[in-house]
């Protein structure tokens, strides 16, 4: 979690020992409001004097665990030095952890993509301007993409691109 870009920006969500996963109702039709877990409704003390709730369409959002698995090779010689080759190995698990994990949670194929990074609310997705070339970058581009940011979602909000594109930011 430490080593990833994205995991540590996650909201975890402890489960009970023994579960492989959770469900939670959830509802995306309340005026207004991204996802509300259970439908919650809040007011204003001076607007509720008498609450009149919506009744929100209700599903269910699945959530499971998967289990993450590695494997090393090595050889007689460096296993002479265990100390060592086992500090080794743990920071390449974790870097190559941390990595495969944004990969997958943000690229990867459903069900290893994240849930989050699936829904057209997670992406800024903006046309190409009329006289930009194909596999391009143009400044239009972000600030499109920018203004389609919420301003009261601005303060937390995160940009990750891929690195190929860097050279074309300026």
Same mark, same amino acid.
């Given at each position: 979690?430490?080593?990833? !870009?994205?995991?540590?920006?996650?909201t @975890?969500?402890?489960?009970? =020992?023994?579960?492989? %996963? +959770?469900?939670?109702? /959830?509802?995306?039709?309340l005026?207004?409001h991204?996802?509300?877990?259970?439908?919650?409704?809040?007011?204003?003390?001076?607007?509720?004097?008498?609450?009149?709730? !919506?009744?929100?369409k209700?599903?269910? @959002?699945?959530?499971?665990? =998967?289990?993450?698995? %590695? +494997?090393?090779?090595? /050889?007689?010689?460096?296993?002479?030095?265990?100390?060592?080759?086992?500090?080794?190995?743990?920071?390449?698990?974790?870097?190559?952890?941390?990595?495969?994990?944004?990969?997958?949670?943000?690229?990867?194929?459903?069900?290893?993509?994240?849930w989050?990074?699936?829904?057209?609310?997670?992406?800024a997705?903006?046309?190409?301007?009329?006289?930009?070339?194909?596999?391009?970058?143009?400044?239009?581009n972000?600030?499109?993409?920018?203004?389609?940011?919420?301003?009261r979602?601005?303060?937390?909000?995160?940009?990750?691109?891929?690195?190929?594109?860097?050279t074309?930011?300026?």
């Amino acid at each position: 979690m430490e080593e990833s !870009v994205l995991a540590n920006r996650c909201t @975890l969500i402890d489960i009970g =020992e023994g579960s492989d %996963g +959770i469900e939670l109702p /959830t509802s995306t039709d309340l005026p207004g409001h991204r996802l509300a877990l259970g439908g919650v409704q809040v007011y204003r003390r001076a607007e509720a004097d008498t609450v009149t709730g !919506v009744q929100p369409k209700l599903g269910m @959002l699945e959530i499971r665990l =998967e289990d993450l698995m %590695g +494997i090393c090779y090595t /050889t007689d010689r460096a296993m002479r030095d265990a100390v060592s080759l086992g500090q080794i190995i743990q920071t390449a698990f974790a870097s190559s952890s941390a990595s495969g994990w944004t990969t997958r949670s943000c690229a990867g194929p459903a069900p290893a993509r994240l849930w989050a990074c699936s829904t057209p609310r997670a992406l800024a997705v903006v046309a190409k301007e009329t006289s930009q070339l194909a596999a391009t970058l143009v400044s239009e581009n972000v600030i499109n993409m920018r203004a389609r940011l919420r301003a009261r979602n601005r303060p937390r909000s995160v940009w990750y691109i891929n690195q190929e594109l860097e050279t074309q930011l300026p």
